[in-house]
Each structure stands twice: as structure tokens, then as C-alpha cells.
């Protein structure tokens, strides 16, 4: 439970801090290379399921990486709807896609609210 607590926050800290020394396609370069790393299914599993909710905690927390740069948008739906079913985890590519587009609605909802208010 500790681990587990721990391991979000600093997740969360990486989703946040990224700008200041890498880029965005930089790290979904990485993510994407460490999620589909050769190895054993006992090695695959918990390394995919870390690349996973990290992928998943981004496309949450910051949706604007993705709606201002059509590249990177680009290159996720790729890993999602092409790489994700090429290894046989076209399920798991549903879940990101779905937090994908319910992530940018929502942003392009808060940024039509803040247009209104002016």
C-alpha cells in the first residue's frame, strides 16, 4: 500500500515536472519504448502496468500537452489504435483512447467556459 502511494506521487510529480527537462514527444517516446520492451510475460506485465497509468495519469492531468500539439496527439492515437492491438492489447488501447478523448472534451470544455466568463 506504502509502495503504491509512493510510486503515484511520484508519478505524479514526473506528470507535472516533465517540461523543465525533457519534451512531450520525448516522453511519450520513452514511455512508449519501455512499454514495449522485449522480455518474459513475468517481466512484460508490471512494466507495461507502470507505463500504462503513467500514460493514462498524462493524458489525464494534462490534456493540453495533447490538444496544443497535433504531433504528439498524432503519435499517441498511433501508439493506442496501431501499437497497442499489435501486441495483442487492443482492450487496454480502448481504456487510453477513452480517457484520450474524455480528457480533451473536457478541456476544450474549460477553455470554452473561460472564453464565456470574459
Not at 32 to 38: D, F, G, L, S, T
Not at 66 to 95: K, Y
Amino acid at each position: 500500500e506504502y509502495m503504491g502511494k509512493q510510486n503515484l506521487r511520484l508519478q505524479v510529480q514526473l506528470i507535472l515536472t516533465f517540461p523543465s527537462f525533457t519534451t512531450a514527444s520525448e516522453l511519450l517516446r520513452l514511455l512508449v519504448e519501455r512499454y514495449c520492451a522485449k522480455g518474459s510475460e513475468t517481466e512484460m506485465v508490471p512494466i507495461r502496468v507502470q507505463a500504462f497509468h503513467m500514460l493514462k495519469l498524462w493524458i489525464q492531468e494534462r490534456p493540453m500537452d495533447f490538444a496544443d500539439n497535433a504531433e504528439l496527439s498524432a503519435a499517441m492515437l498511433h501508439f493506442i489504435e496501431t501499437t497497442l492491438p499489435g501486441l495483442g492489447l487492443a482492450r487496454t488501447g480502448q481504456v487510453l483512447r477513452r480517457t484520450f478523448e474524455e480528457a480533451l472534451e473536457r478541456y476544450e470544455q474549460s477553455k470554452r467556459s473561460v472564453v464565456n466568463a470574459r
